[in-house]
């Protein structure tokens, strides 16, 4: 229904259901837009803009982390950071993560304790720190929410992270078992984003980085009606 209300008066060369499948295809195999209308006899510039169609308003309907939270009212939250690479590159310092020695963009993942996918933030430079996309988007910061994350948001009161080894100091073994305590209930995270991995596109995507905080939101949307 949401590829047909935005049709408009606009003809469209295949079925509502043909397009949501191609579009499906594109995000959670990543193939080449080419490869996917080739079939269709459809050329690569046309499949751009019914690709656009379909993806621009799923990624409008995509929730704020506020509203998220409200309706799933959790006891916390986990927060992780991903690089979603990009193979082509808008401005290339930017871009470039050097943690990762790729070239991408900075998606901060927020999910349940279970691991659920409750948010995806916007698409910065793949150069921003995990902390500092923390802080532009203000996640959790007023929600009140107990946020757990690891050592790389090492600030604020708002944040549970490890305890970090001080130099030329060891860890105590009750610091060590806070640690492995925290880690245990951090481990969801990492399952939600391999979850979230499971649509290659965000694995290298073969459009320009800001383009990607419209697939996150569009990928957002789909996972929530799962």
């Given amino acids: 229904m949401l590829i047909i209300t935005g049709e408009g008066d606009r003809r469209w060369q295949i079925r509502p259901y043909q397009r949501a499948i191609v579009v499906l295809m594109y995000l959670r195999e990543h193939n080449t837009q080419a490869k996917i209308f080739a079939g269709l006899g459809i050329s690569e510039a046309t499949a751009h803009t019914y690709t656009s ?42 871009d470039y993560s050097h943690k990762h020695r790729r070239h991408g963009v900075n998606v901060q993942v927020v999910t349940d304790p279970g691991g659920r996918l409750l948010w995806l933030s916007p698409a910065p430079p793949g150069r921003t720190h995990d902390l500092t996309a923390a802080r532009t988007h203000r996640i959790c910061e007023r929600q009140g929410i107990p946020l757990q994350t690891d050592l790389a948001y090492r600030a604020g009161p708002w944040l549970t992270t490890d305890i970090a ?26 399952r939600g984003v391999a979850n979230l991995k499971s649509w290659r596109i965000l694995h290298r995507s073969r459009c320009r980085p800001n383009r990607m905080t419209s697939i996150a939101k569009a990928i957002l949307t789909l996972e929530r009606q799962r």
């Fill in 53 to 94: 169609a379909v993806v621009d308003p799923l990624a409008e309907r995509a929730p704020g982390l506020l509203k998220t939270l409200r309706e799933h009212e959790p006891d916390s939250v986990l927060l992780d950071g991903i690089l979603a690479e990009c193979d082509r590159v808008g401005d290339g310092r930017a």
């Fill in 165 to 190: 080894r001080k130099p030329l100091q060891e860890l105590t073994p009750t610091e060590m078992t806070l640690n492995q305590a925290l880690a245990a209930a951090r481990a969801p995270v990492e």
